[in-house]
T-cell receptor, first 109, second 114 residues
Framework: AQRVTQPEKLLSVFKGAPVELKCNYSYSGSPELFWYVQYSRQRLELLVRHISRESIKGFTADLNKGETSFHLKKPFAQEEDSAMYYCALTQGGSEKLVFGKGTKLTVNP | GAVVSQHPSWVICKSGTSVKIECRSLDFQATTMFWYRQFPKQSLMLMATSNEGSKATYEQGVEKDKFLINHASLTLSTLTVTSAHPEDSSFYIC??????????FGPGTRLTVT
């Protein structure tokens, strides 16, 4: 069965520091990977989609099929990046999203 | 951009009553919508896939008779929690597949059953 693992429940960094949120997946086919962000009391927003390779708000993620990882990175964290981050995948051809448990990022001043 | 709305944003009901939650795609048509449940400080759990003009597809362990889904038009899906009990209290979120097959999420509905 497909699974998305986010090993860090909480991550805290200082403003200006690099940040990396880890995501590993298990799926036998060719998944499509996503990162969603949920700011406090807000709806989920798409942050990164691996097929588009577009960078939103300075975040990037590279799909590493060998390591089955899709880690989210930003070189210089900002306080407004504090939020919940969810890694997710869709299973070949389906629109159904499978979410990881999420990582709460706190960027300290 | 594509917007999904939910109504109501917060509802309190008494145990044993039914509650209907609406999910609308405001500026695009969605043949497929999804309903999720999110417990406090936890991830989203997919409950069911709502298909316009046909029956919803429920995930394993989700009671279809308790969580009735109707997708009567290309812009509206409804989730009815029947005979609600306190354990049904949760945050219910819908999403719709929009342009470029991207998922757009609603703001969620907080259900409290007393």
């Amino acid at each position: 069965a497909q699974r998305v693992t986010q090993p860090e429940k909480l991550l805290s960094v200082f403003k200006g520091a690099p940040v990396e949120l880890k995501c590993n997946y298990s799926y036998s086919g060719s998944p499509e990977l996503f990162w969603y962000v949920q700011y406090s009391r807000q709806r989920l927003e798409l942050l990164v989609r691996h097929i588009s390779r577009e960078s939103i708000k300075g975040f990037t993620a590279d799909l590493n099929k060998g390591e089955t990882s899709f880690h989210l990175k930003k070189p210089f964290a900002q306080e407004e990046d504090s939020a919940m981050y969810y890694c997710a995948l869709t299973q070949g051809g389906s629109e159904k999203l499978v979410f990881g448990k999420g990582t709460k990022l706190t960027v300290n001043p | 951009g594509a917007v999904v709305s939910q109504h109501p944003s917060w509802v309190i009901c008494k145990s044993g009553t039914s509650v209907k939650i609406e999910c609308r795609s405001l500026d695009f048509q969605a043949t497929t919508m999804f309903w999720y449940r999110q417990f406090p400080k936890q991830s989203l759990m997919l409950m069911a896939t709502s298909n316009e003009g046909s029956k919803a597809t429920y995930e394993q362990g989700v009671e279809k008779d308790k969580f009735l889904i109707n997708h009567a038009s290309l812009t509206l899906s409804t989730l009815t929690v029947t005979s609600a009990h306190p354990e049904d209290s949760s945050f219910y979120i819908c999403s719709a597949t929009g342009p470029a097959y991207e998922q757009y999420f609603g703001p969620g509905t907080r259900l409290t059953v007393t």
